[in-house]
């Protein structure tokens, strides 16, 4: 499980890991130096868009980046953060499993389609021919 972070060491690793001064990531935003300064220091929060941004410049996943200062900053709404990051992984898996699963059926041959069960049209299994009674 990754290492919590705050609002403070993500604006510093945003900074690092993208070679951006605080100047250029505050331009960016459109925001002073003198702010994303309070953000770090807790006067002031960054709204969700901006926390963002600093996941991305950062190299960090956005939302739970995102979820995890969130519920940080509002303890009341940590359950909240918390389900939502919880259905958006599982969507994300689902979608990740979905996927595979349709470009694994086109990368496959005929031979690995007639092995893996499925039968071309027009085949005794596919019931479009009678059998014989034994």
Known sequence: MPMPIDISSLIERAK?????????????????????SEWKKGKYWPDAS???????????????TLAELEAQHNEKAAPIWQAALGKLRAAGV?????????????????????????????????????????
Do not use: N
């Not at 893996?116 to 034994?134: D, F, M, V």
């Open 50 to 64: 901006q926390i963002m941004y600093f996941a991305q410049k950062a190299g960090l996943p956005e939302f739970d």
């Open 94 to 134: 689902a979608a990740t499993l979905m996927f595979t699963l349709a470009i694994s059926s086109l990368l496959m041959s005929p031979t690995d389609t007639k092995a893996a069960g499925t039968h071309e049209p027009g085949s005794i299994t596919s019931g479009s021919a009678k059998q014989k009674p034994l």
């Open 16 to 36: 690092s890991q993208s070679g951006m001064t605080l100047g250029q990531l505050a331009a960016d935003l459109e925001v002073s130096q003198a702010r994303i």
